[in-house]
């Protein structure tokens, strides 16, 4: 299953697009796109909507992983300006029909690391472990972009089971509607 991590930001966003294979993962491409800071609103915002486009063309991902959107009422214009941003990401993929999933920060860093406070450092090195990569030379928008995928590809993994099972129970009671209905 091919997975693009994006971590939208007006200034920078990062992106990266993994490959999932049973419990393998491997890393595809990463990379951030810096739309020039001193330009017009809408000439950054459509530099970002070409880059994303690009990549989505390019990668074609079955899926776009994103952080849910949480802000704190002192930083609401930050958050103003990255919901921006987020909403080129959104439509982007909306463009190319690829669905989009999204995860509390505490849980992507749970799936990654194994700790819901892990600190950027600590969700930075294990991204490099599941990927078996060296990420210190990566800006931290692509590391976190790179932790978004992972950690879908690791939820999805440990639900895997369990929905396979839940699919066996529903078939086995479907044949016994319909053995009761046939007798």
């Known amino acids: 299953m091919r997975i693009l991590g994006i971590d939208p930001g007006l200034n920078a966003t990062g992106y990266g697009v993994i490959e999932a294979e049973g419990g393998a993962l491997s890393l595809v491409t990463a990379g951030v796109v ?56 959104c439509l982007a993929g909306a463009q190319h029909g690829v669905p989009i999933v999204e995860y509390f920060p505490t849980h992507v860093k749970k799936a990654v690391t194994g700790h819901g406070a892990a600190s950027k450092d600590q969700v930075a090195r294990m991204v490099g472990v599941w990927l078996s990569m060296e990420t210190s030379t990566l800006a931290s928008d692509t590391t976190d972009a790179l932790a978004l995928a992972v950690a879908h590809a690791q939820l999805h993994r440990a639900a895997a089971p369990a929905l396979a099972v839940k699919r066996r129970s529903v078939r086995a009671g479907l044949r016994k509607l319909q053995e009761a209905a046939a007798s």
């Open 34 to 89: 810096r739309p020039p800071a001193r330009q017009a609103l809408g000439l950054r915002l459509r530099i970002l909507h070409e880059a994303l486009t690009q990549v989505l063309s390019s990668q074609r991902p079955v899926l776009m992983v994103l952080e849910a959107l949480y802000t704190h009422h002192d930083y609401l214009t930050t958050a103003t300006l990255m919901a921006h941003a987020r909403g080129i990401v």
